[in-house]
């Protein structure tokens, strides 16, 4: 009996582990490739807590990197524009990745435009429907599913407790993204509230970390009281250094995020993305073991937190009020 050639065995073995994926099984013999496309490398454990809870959630579920899955990391190489997203989204498919897991909207986004086929998780993104990612909560379709960070009356809720820190504030600067497709609809929130309580906003856009140096030293001169940041993908890394800039101009600093809050933020009020993060292993499991991402609806953040930074207090001369300290989940002192 003649042997069939190599080329021809490796094709039928190929063929065969495409078709066990495209039916939701994966081969038992290799860890599952999980794409991931960020500003910057990989961080050490212990320097962002959104991935190191996303991989206790891979733990709960019983996967251990390494044995279970690979964690293939893309990354622009600390530019914080994403034009490079696209390419290694594409990049990531062609190569067969399992699955996309995914922490901002324009990583999510890059994901979409170059695959309709492989799952795509995401946890912690602002409004996964205004932004085209899904159709719907409840009926996600197509390859996307995962968490969302969105509460419509969030922002309302900001300003109050920013007016509760800063009762004489009168002028608010938000730094956005124009680029940012939930930035706008976040904007309208925040200016439909700030009437109300007695705030004026100003829009303040600021898309790159190098533009902070140029951006924020001139609001102090301009009657600006605070800072309002809605959260950029940028931010994780680079919130240390907007922070500084906005502490050497005396302007507080109300943030939208954890990473705000580990980078100085006087009072930061948000989803816990960590816990979104951990959460999100659970879809991720379920997709291996074959359900459809289409058919796990959005979901929606059942964990809020304040987090207070004393330290940045003091340094601004702000009086922080005893019944916010008493409401935080977190105090930095």
């Not at 733990?59 to 524009?81: A, F, L």
């Not at 995401?122 to 909560?137: I, R």
């Not at 303040?204 to 940041?229: C, H, K, Q």
Request: aromatic letters at 8%; charged letters at 20%.
């Amino acid at each position: 009996m003649n042997p069939r050639p190599d080329g021809f065995a490796r094709r039928l073995i190929v063929l065969g582990a495409a078709a066990g994926i495209a039916l939701g099984v994966w081969p038992a013999d290799r860890p599952r490739r999980i794409g991931y496309i960020s500003f910057f490398p990989r961080p050490s454990p212990g320097v962002v807590p959104i991935f190191d809870a996303f991989f206790a959630g891979m733990r709960d579920q019983g996967y251990e990197e390494g044995r279970d899955y690979v964690m293939d990391w893309r990354h622009t190489g600390g530019k914080p524009e994403t034009e490079g997203f696209d390419a290694h989204a594409v990049a990531l498919a062609s190569d067969g990745v399992d699955l996309f897991w995914c922490v901002t909207t324009a990583a999510a986004m890059a994901a979409k435009r170059a695959t309709s086929t492989i799952p795509i998780v995401f946890s912690g993104v602002s409004d996964p429907v205004t932004s085209g990612l899904v159709s719907s909560l409840a009926r996600p379709e197509g390859n996307l599913t995962g968490l969302s960070a969105v509460d419509d009356e969030l922002h309302g809720k900001r300003l109050e407790l920013l007016r509760d820190l800063l009762p004489q504030a009168r002028e608010v600067a938000v730094l956005w993204m124009p680029l940012v497709a939930t930035h706008r609809t976040e904007l309208t929130q925040i200016e439909a509230v700030a009437p109300r309580l007695g705030i004026r906003v100003q829009r303040v856009e600021l898309n790159r970390v190098e533009d902070i140096v140029a951006v924020i030293p001139p609001l102090a001169r301009t009657g600006t009281d605070a800072l309002f940041i809605l959260p950029a993908g940028w931010h994780v890394y680079s919130s240390g250094e907007l922070v500084a800039a906005a502490t050497q101009a005396r302007l507080p600093c109300i943030g939208t995020e954890r990473y705000h809050h580990a980078g100085g933020a006087l009072l930061t009020y948000g989803a816990d993305i960590a816990a979104l993060a951990r959460r999100a292993a659970g879809y991720v499991d379920r997709i291996f073991k074959g359900a459809k991402p289409g058919d796990l609806p959005v979901q929606q953040p059942n964990r809020f937190e304040l987090l207070i930074n004393l330290k940045a207090a003091q340094a601004l001369g702000v009086a922080v009020p005893g019944s916010l300290l008493l409401r935080a989940n977190e105090v930095v002192r």
